[in-house]
């Protein structure tokens, strides 16, 4: 059974997408898609058990074996990327329901489902297809799916949003698309283990050196590296925060997912690191995201593009494990996948109840909030501090891991760039917690009442983890250095 559990993982989700169509009730389509997630959850963790235990699992599509076939391939990375797509979807869905926290009308809401299961299937086939081709197809279906849940949101802006991701997001899927054809023009092949064998005697071309720029550069703008961003604050903002939190937690992890397949699995660490000097460009452009954005987001008047803006700094951790050419600098770049799809996940659903109360996302709105929505506040609270990088949250063990990497290398002046960076997000996280807390509340704030409870479990679940796994640190830090491992040729 485990055997065609990867078939699985990207089947389920696609045939319950047309199926939120034929049902059209709110309410049954909720419960289904939930249920898809959290049946989709248990095989992403079943098949990360397996790959743990028992090493990669190969799927070979219609009897076709590779390289001829399309072969669905799962080791360690591939099942700890999809259990963090399906645990966070299986979080945000029951979330959704609420007809007030989407910005759609009851009859339509059924759409939302259809393009967050779409989205889903697109998300975990990038997560575990062995056939580069596929990446592009995925890609594709994650983002036709993700451009219409971000137009969902409120106002016109939503759409202009969703228009410029649509551009920026053309252009990538475009030049991943002529990466992938360049790379099967010198090598005959799209299974990409067959590739990067294929690649090697021919690795001194300017054909592959031009195949690594469009994957690097059409990665790069699905995964929002600085300076190709800027699609990035207006969807987060305008976008529904169900849709805000789903995409901001899982989007962009996999995008870095298929940057690191690019990197190490295509071209090979002595190719990019040794000939490239990939890390020349790479590392600093990630301290420039980790202090552009947290400065950015220190000016923002919206929780939700200051959000964004972290979400920029943030990515710029994850680049600066992978510039490290290390394992110990790409583990804290997959432990701080995990931990910021938690952090930010969180954060956005923390948003999304209070914009249902307040129905507003101004800063200046939320004055005196801790005191009408106390655990709400407090979910924030914990969820900024987490961002910080505060000891026992998981913000802190991602930095950790990161600094160990710095150290390795013997750079010590990154290790302090890390924690002056981290510094930083104190500015963006209390200027928020100052409002909530010190100052009256305003006449908004005094005629609202806590959120419902079937809104604040979601917000905790995921707000708690980050606290979990501060503290209970062998699980992430086991599968994420065995990933690294894996990645990197080293298993």
């Given at each position: 059974?485990?055997?065609?559990?990867?078939?699985?993982?990207?089947?389920?989700?696609?045939?319950?997408?047309p199926?939120?169509?034929?049902?059209?009730?709110?309410?049954?389509?909720?419960?289904?898609?939930?249920?898809?997630?959290?049946?989709?959850?248990?095989?992403?963790?079943?098949?990360l058990?397996?790959?743990?235990e028992?090493?990669?699992?190969s799927?070979?599509?219609?009897?076709?074996?590779?390289?001829?076939?399309?072969?669905?391939?799962?080791?360690?990375?591939?099942?700890?990327?999809?259990t963090?797509?399906?645990?966070?979807?299986?979080?945000?869905?029951?979330?959704?329901?609420?007809?007030?926290?989407?910005?759609?009308?009851?009859?339509?809401q059924?759409?939302?489902?259809?393009?967050?299961?779409?989205?889903?299937?697109?998300?975990l086939?990038?997560?575990?297809?062995?056939?580069?081709?596929?990446?592009?197809?995925?890609?594709?279906?994650?983002?036709?799916?993700?451009?219409?849940?971000?137009?969902?949101?409120?106002?016109?802006r939503?759409?202009?949003?969703?228009?410029?991701?649509?551009?920026?997001?053309?252009i990538?899927?475009?030049?991943?698309?002529?990466?992938?054809?360049?790379?099967?023009?010198?090598?005959?092949?799209?299974?990409m283990?067959?590739m990067?064998?294929?690649l090697?005697?021919v690795?001194?071309?300017?054909?592959?050196?031009?195949a690594?720029?469009?994957?690097?550069?059409?990665?790069?703008i699905?995964?929002?590296?600085f300076?190709l961003?800027?699609?990035?604050p207006?969807?987060?903002?305008?976008?529904p925060?169900?849709?805000?939190?789903?995409?901001?937690?899982?989007?962009?992890?996999?995008?870095?997912?298929?940057?690191?397949r690019?990197?190490?699995?295509?071209?090979?660490?002595?190719?990019?690191?040794?000939?490239?000097?990939?890390?020349?460009?790479?590392?600093?452009?990630?301290?420039a995201?980790?202090?552009?954005?947290?400065?950015?987001?220190?000016y923002?008047?919206?929780?939700?593009?200051?959000?964004?803006y972290s979400?920029?700094?943030?990515?710029?951790?994850?680049?600066?494990?992978?510039?490290?050419?290390?394992?110990?600098?790409?583990?804290?770049?997959?432990?701080?996948?995990?931990?910021?799809?938690l952090m930010?996940?969180?954060?956005?659903?923390?948003?999304?109840?209070?914009?249902?109360r307040?129905?507003?996302?101004?800063?200046?709105d939320?004055?005196g909030?801790?005191?009408k929505?106390?655990w709400?506040?407090?979910?924030?609270?914990?969820?900024g501090?987490?961002?910080?990088?505060v000891?026992?949250?998981?913000?802190?063990i991602?930095?950790?891991?990161?600094?160990?990497?710095?150290l390795?290398?013997?750079?010590?002046?990154l290790?302090?760039?890390?924690?002056?960076?981290?510094l930083?997000a104190?500015?963006?996280?209390?200027?928020?917690?100052?409002?909530?807390?010190?100052?009256p509340?305003?006449?908004?704030?005094?005629?609202?009442?806590?959120?419902?409870?079937?809104?604040?479990?979601?917000?905790?679940?995921?707000?708690?983890?980050?606290?979990?796994?501060?503290?209970?640190?062998?699980w992430?830090?086991?599968?994420?250095?065995?990933?690294?491992?894996?990645?990197?040729?080293?298993?």
């Amino acid at each position: 059974m485990n055997a065609h559990l990867p078939a699985i993982q990207v089947v389920l989700p696609l045939l319950a997408a047309p199926v939120c169509v034929l049902l059209q009730n709110r309410k049954v389509v909720g419960v289904w898609a939930t249920l898809v997630a959290w049946a989709s959850f248990a095989i992403a963790i079943t098949m990360l058990v397996h790959t743990m235990e028992h090493g990669t699992i190969s799927y070979a599509l219609g009897g076709w074996e590779s390289p001829l076939g399309i072969e669905l391939r799962v080791d360690v990375a591939n099942a700890f990327l999809a259990t963090i797509v399906t645990g966070i979807a299986s979080m945000v869905l029951p979330y959704g329901p609420g007809s007030a926290t989407l910005a759609i009308p009851e009859d339509k809401q059924y759409l939302f489902y259809t393009a967050f299961l779409l989205c889903m299937t697109g998300l975990l086939g990038m997560s575990v297809t062995g056939d580069a081709f596929n990446v592009f197809v995925f890609v594709e279906i994650t983002s036709l799916s993700s451009y219409t849940l971000i137009a969902l949101g409120k106002g016109r802006r939503a759409l202009t949003a969703a228009f410029s991701y649509l551009v920026m997001g053309t252009i990538g899927g475009t030049f991943i698309l002529l990466a992938i054809g360049l790379c099967y023009q010198m090598t005959g092949t799209l299974n990409m283990a067959d590739m990067a064998l294929r690649l090697q005697p021919v690795m001194g071309t300017r054909t592959v050196l031009v195949a690594f720029g469009f994957f690097v550069v059409g990665a790069s703008i699905k995964l929002a590296v600085f300076p190709l961003h800027q699609w990035m604050p207006n969807a987060y903002t305008h976008a529904p925060s169900v849709v805000s939190a789903f995409l901001s937690a899982t989007a962009t992890k996999v995008s870095y997912f298929v940057l690191v397949r690019v990197v190490f699995t295509i071209f090979g660490a002595a190719y990019v690191f040794g000939t490239v000097h990939f890390e020349w460009l790479l590392m600093p452009l990630s301290i420039a995201a980790m202090f552009v954005g947290s400065i950015a987001a220190m000016y923002q008047t919206h929780i939700k593009r200051l959000l964004a803006y972290s979400s920029m700094a943030q990515i710029g951790y994850m680049t600066l494990g992978l510039s490290m050419n290390s394992v110990e600098g790409l583990t804290g770049g997959l432990v701080h996948l995990f931990n910021h799809g938690l952090m930010k996940g969180g954060l956005f659903l923390v948003v999304a109840n209070i914009t249902f109360r307040l129905n507003s996302s101004k800063i200046e709105d939320m004055a005196g909030l801790a005191r009408k929505m106390p655990w709400t506040s407090l979910a924030f609270a914990i969820g900024g501090l987490s961002l910080i990088g505060v000891p026992g949250t998981a913000g802190f063990i991602s930095k950790w891991y990161l600094v160990q990497g710095a150290l390795v290398k013997g750079q010590v002046w990154l290790a302090l760039l890390i924690l002056m960076s981290s510094l930083l997000a104190v500015g963006y996280v209390w200027k928020v917690i100052e409002v909530m807390l010190l100052k009256p509340p305003t006449d908004r704030v005094e005629n609202t009442k806590p959120a419902p409870l079937s809104m604040i479990w979601p917000v905790w679940v995921m707000i708690g983890s980050t606290v979990v796994f501060g503290l209970w640190t062998t699980w992430t830090g086991t599968v994420a250095e065995v990933a690294a491992e894996t990645l990197m040729g080293l298993r």
